[in-house]
């Protein structure tokens, strides 16, 4: 086999075909609960002013200080601003909130997109820099409550797709910004003199984003966070009582969760209550995605002081626990019917019957090339299509057509004018796939 000229982008991949039957599954699952629970479509550009995730996910994280893709006009001069693809959703989510005057609207205003993100992240596995995530925001409105409401419809999601067993909730309340504010001050000067014992990567979050040091990977950092000041001990009444509510409407909800004090997110927008759906096994080595509270996002993008929740999950990892897992996304791309023919005039009468076949709601695939009926065959095969309808010149004279049964591997020869009302009877009628819009405007 010949090497291609060209392949994917690094950190990039093709959906195939079967990846996409699991993409198509778990948007079902996503729209059905997003219905439900009042979310109504969003869907902001792939690229935005690149300040809305500097002001928004922080100037000092990860995301913004390597992971961003920025994209520049051919025409674009120095004044304009620069643009980034977007790494995630909320941020344009909650431009978009402002520009578009929703806080008009009865809130809160709840809100779902399902779409590629982009980081310049380190491609490892089940990482990539172009990835899918579903996101569901809420915004207007804060009350614990609707934070228990929020995760039990990604609760809901994740038992639709059949892997909500192999997932732990891990859940925190890391307070107000003021809490944070002084919470992270505590942890530089409790480390002063100290800094050379952490890895560079932490060495430069404790002066810019000391929060970040306690979801670090490094072994050296989490050893010496057990003698640091605690976030815990910086929370304020109110934050504690939040927690406490948002845990109590958890339990009543019939939802298991873990309090986990280290977890923090890595958005500078986060404030009280944050989660993560880690894996059972493994931790947060294979998360599945989290959210929480951004209280000041919206005003730090120029909006007045708005309270907004969210929550977002990576597609590709979802695929990756549903296949270790043993769950099988719905093939519904099979074919039904492979119509094999020989001759000009059978190809002719063919194209009719394909197209009949097609619009009463089979899937059908035929009349290719010209090819010999036993090459037909063959290829019906690898189609693996349930049924082949083959005409020759025989048949079309005589006004019949011969009707196969693939797995059976028997045949017999039908009337050509009973061949719709035939396969249908094969099929069930409720197995068609027919497709009307059914919810037309009133004229």
């Known amino acids: ?100 005057g929703m806080q008009q609207l009865p809130q809160p205003v709840q809100l779902y997109s399902i779409g590629p993100c982009f980081r310049h992240d380190r491609p490892q596995k089940g990482r990539y820099r172009q990835f899918h995530q579903f996101d569901f925001e809420l915004i207007g409105l804060s009350d614990a409550g609707l934070d228990a409401q929020l995760i039990q419809v990604i609760d809901k999601v ?118 993560e759906y880690w894996d059972a096994s493994t931790g947060a080595q294979n998360a599945v995605g989290g959210g929480g509270h951004y209280d000041g996002l919206i005003e730090l993008l120029g909006g007045k002081p708005t309270p907004g929740m969210g929550a977002a999950c990576g597609m590709e990892r979802i695929i990756w ?18 119509v094999a023919q020989l001759g000009p005039e059978a190809k002719k009468t063919c194209l009719t019957l394909i197209a009949d076949l097609r619009e009463m709601g089979v899937h059908t695939v035929g009349a290719l090339g010209e090819a010999s009926l036993k090459s037909q065959m063959r290829l019906a095969d690898k189609f693996q299509s349930r049924w082949t309808l083959l005409l020759g010149k025989m048949e079309v004279k005589e006004g019949t057509i011969i009707l196969r049964d693939m797995a059976a591997g028997k045949q017999k020869q039908i009337p050509f004018r009973d061949t719709l009302k035939t396969i249908k009877k094969l099929i069930g009628e409720k197995n068609l796939d027919t497709y009307t819009l059914k919810d037309q405007m009133s004229e």
């Open 321 to 338: 626990h549903m296949k270790e897992a043993g769950v099988r996304a719905p093939d519904k791309d099979q074919v039904d019917v492979f």
């Open 158 to 275: 994740f038992q639709d797709l059949r892997i909500k067993d192999r997932l732990t909730l891990q859940i925190n309340n890391i307070g107000s910004g003021d809490n944070r504010k002084a919470f992270a001050q505590a942890l530089q000067d409790h480390f002063i003199g100290k800094e050379r014992h952490f890895p560079d990567l932490d060495r430069s979050r404790l002066h810019t984003n000391p929060m970040r040091l306690l979801d670090s990977k490094e072994e050296d950092t989490q050893i010496l966070l057990k003698n640091a000041p605690q976030l815990s001990q910086f929370l304020d009444d109110d934050s504690r009582k939040y927690h406490a509510l948002v845990l109590e409407y958890l339990d009543a909800l019939g939802i298991a969760s873990t309090e986990n004090l280290s977890l923090v997110r890595g958005l500078d927008y986060y404030n009280q209550t944050v989660f």
């Open 1 to 100: 086999m010949s090497q291609p000229l060209f392949r994917t982008p690094k950190g990039t991949h093709d959906v195939l075909p079967d990846d996409n039957l699991y993409m198509t599954y778990i948007k079902k699952a996503v729209r059905h609960r997003a219905r439900q629970a009042g979310y109504r479509r969003i869907d902001p550009p792939l690229f935005e002013n690149r300040a809305i995730f500097d002001r928004g996910i922080g100037e000092h994280t990860d995301i913004v200080e390597k992971e961003l893709y920025l994209v520049s006009s051919k025409q674009q001069s120095d004044e304009e601003p620069a643009f980034a693809l977007r790494p995630e959703f909320t941020a344009g989510i909650c431009r978009s909130y402002i520009e578009n």
